[in-house]
């Protein structure tokens, strides 16, 4: 298994079109490391939220095995403002309306291997107690070294944005 991330694609497609791929890019075009046969191309795959319709930072990362995120804002279980209005928003209204007050965890550990559809949260497991250390330590790491600006608190919405509460 290779795990891969959409910001490898922009290069692909400058690559394909003949385009200079510029220097500083985050991602690179791996296919051809995976056409070869070669080792993963890597172990895992960071990714964040910051707004959508909300403001709803969250940071994680996807190793082969294990999936963890950190929610940096309190926030019920599902964000109605990140979920456009219709039948399904209202049957949860309806049948699951805790999911709008409770609120969700801040941290969330996934063993993808034993819970592929991400169930059980593992964060407070004694028995994944140094996963969690190890993938919270791994999203603060590159938090830092990408600059991340909610290491400074709250991210101020773009200018021009509009944001729902």
């Known amino acids: 298994m290779s795990l891969l991330s959409d910001v490898a694609l922009l ?3 400058l690559e394909g079109r003949g385009v200079p791929v510029p220097e500083g890019l985050a991602g690179r075009r791996r296919s051809h490391h ?14 964040e939220l910051t707004y959508h319709a909300a403001y709803d930072p969250m940071r994680g990362i996807r190793t082969e095995r294990y999936k963890y995120i950190h929610s940096y804002e309190e926030k019920p279980v599902w ?9 399904s928003k209202d049957w949860f209204l309806t049948h699951r309306p805790w999911l709008f007050t409770a609120q969700r965890p801040r941290e969330y550990l996934f063993d993808l291997a034993q819970d592929p559809q ?12 140094a996963v969690l250390e190890e993938l919270r330590a791994r999203v603060e790491s590159t938090m830092r070294a990408n ?8 991210v101020p919405a773009p200018e021009g ?3 729902d509460g």
């Open 34 to 47: 995976l056409a070869d046969g070669a080792a993963a191309v890597r172990d895992a795959v960071w990714f």
């Open 11 to 13: 290069p692909r497609l």
């Open 147 to 154: 600059g991340d600006p909610l290491l400074g608190g709250t």
């Open 161 to 163: 944005a509009r944001v």
């Open 118 to 129: 991400e169930r059980r949260n593992l964060a407070d497991s004694p028995a994944h107690s």
């Open 79 to 87: 964000v109605g403002a990140n979920v456009d209005g219709g039948p």
